[in-house]
């Protein structure tokens, strides 16, 4: 199994340039012909342009887009204050892309599926039931690394040795 996911790496790695050539058949912007396809590098630019609009729209259309930008917002500005430390920077990090990510992508669902019909489909609500809980998922993970960064920075739960802290299995360990 590792032979075949190594040998088709290889594989990727040596195509890669010839693919990048040749047109997708998946792409739906309106560069058939290679004389109007732009540069690669203003393709990229492009690309950079095209999801930041993506992220626009979610923000300006969605409610819950903005409520997760606010909390990140007051998460950061929360994190500053306290002064926190690199390691715990980094699992805010991954908590607010994690949140961000999944509230784009359920967007995205939302959209395709109300472009393919307005009636009532089971499948189609289905899709956006599931896209839903997998925003309340990441909702829910994110609030629990919240938790565990900011609560040893409150003095009452640091005054409390709480093992929420980390204090007390670290010791115990030791």
């Known amino acids: 199994m590792v032979c075949c996911t190594l040998i088709a ?8 340039p010839v693919a990048a050539w040749r047109p997708s058949p998946l792409a ?8 109007q396809r732009p540069a690669m590098r203003s393709g990229r630019i492009n690309s950079v342009r095209h999801a930041v609009a ?26 500053l204050w306290i002064g926190l430390d690199l390691s715990e920077w980094r699992w805010l990090i991954v908590a607010i892309t994690l949140v961000v990510a999944t ?9 395709c599926c109300n472009a393919i019909g307005e009636g ?13 809980g997998a925003v309340l998922v990441s909702a829910i993970g994110a609030g629990l690394i919240g938790i565990t960064v900011f609560a040893p920075h409150v003095p009452s739960v640091r005054a409390h040795h709480s093992p929420l802290c980390g ?5 115990g360990l030791r």
Do not use: Y
Not at 120 to 132: E, Q, S, T, Y
């Open 9 to 16: 790496g290889l594989l990727a790695l040596v195509l890669f």
């Open 28 to 35: 739906w912007r309106l560069h058939d012909d290679a004389a």
């Open 54 to 79: 993506g992220l626009s729209f979610a923000l300006r259309n969605e409610p819950n887009m903005r409520i997760h930008a606010c909390a990140s917002m007051l998460v950061l500005v929360l994190g």
């Open 120 to 132: 009532f489909h089971p499948a189609i609500k289905a899709a956006k039931d599931v896209a839903a």
């Open 167 to 171: 204090e007390e299995a670290i010791k």
């Open 103 to 111: 509230e784009a992508l359920n967007t995205a669902i939302e959209q």
